[in-house]
Antibody, heavy 122, light 107 residues
Framework: QLQLQESGPGLVKPSETLSLTCSVS??????????WGWIRQPPGKGLEWIGS???????YHNPSLKSRVSISVDTSKNQFSLKLNSVTAADTAVYYC??????????????WGQGTLVTVSS | DIQMTQSPSSLSTFVGDRVTITCQANQDISNDLNWYQQKPGKAPKLLIYDASNLETGVPSRFSGSGSGTDFTFTINSLQPEDIATYYC?????????FGGGTKVEIK
């Protein structure tokens, strides 16, 4: 059974870089059949897609985050990662990683990791 | 960006009742719509994909319909374990976008 687990610092200072890793178990991130994505949810609010990556490195991200987002993949560790720079309090959220069960990024998310809360505060 | 408008934002009803949630897109998205359930403190879970297909293992009291710009999500005979917030998500175009959510409570 495929499982995803987010990890990273729970507290980041304003203007610094948020860095998270999603570890995949029960399946290979190098599968040709899937994209892998990041979604976030500010406390008490809705869901926002951040971006997605294919194991070969092709990435798509939400233009609302402009050029602050970087998503990468490490197939040797079966992980993919998110970096969001110049963070502000508005970036405080639960961050989820998830799989697109499709070779297309234009698809659904299933399954999801449990999520990790990242707070931006000095 | 494609905007997804869900209604109502919250509802409260009785166990056994039928629950209907609507999701409207601001442009034609064909049947490129998914529905998720999020229980408090948990990650979202896929229930319905491609507007009307029930994900494996999901109870048959959940269903979805619609195409184009108007979509409906239904729970037939609401159960106590269905207390959650439900979200629609379109995948017609990037960026992928979600509706604002519908919180379902029991009276």
């Amino acid at each position: 059974q495929l499982q995803l687990q987010e990890s990273g610092p729970g507290l980041v200072k304003p203007s610094e870089t948020l860095s998270l890793t999603c570890s995949v178990s029960g399946g290979s991130i190098s599968s040709r059949s899937y994209y892998w994505g990041w979604i976030r949810q500010p406390p008490g609010k809705g869901l926002e897609w951040i971006g997605s990556i294919y194991y070969r490195g092709s990435t798509y991200h939400n233009p609302s985050l402009k050029s602050r987002v970087s998503i990468s993949v490490d197939t040797s560790k079966n992980q993919f990662s998110l970096k969001l720079n110049s963070v502000t309090a508005a970036d405080t959220a639960v961050y989820y990683c998830a799989r697109h069960p499709s070779i297309a990024v234009l698809s659904r998310f299933d399954p999801w990791g449990q999520g990790t809360l990242v707070t931006v505060s000095s | 960006d494609i905007q997804m408008t869900q209604s109502p934002s919250s509802l409260s009803t009785f166990v056994g009742d039928r629950v209907t949630i609507t999701c409207q897109a601001n442009q034609d998205i064909s049947n490129d719509l998914n529905w998720y359930q999020q229980k408090p403190g948990k990650a979202p879970k896929l229930l319905i994909y491609d507007a009307s297909n029930l994900e494996t293992g999901v109870p048959s009291r959940f269903s979805g319909s619609g195409s184009g710009t108007d979509f409906t999500f239904t729970i037939n005979s609401l159960q106590p374990e269905d207390i959650a917030t439900y979200y629609c998500q379109q995948y017609e175009n990037l960026p992928l976008t979600f509706g604002g959510g519908t919180k379902v409570e029991i009276k």
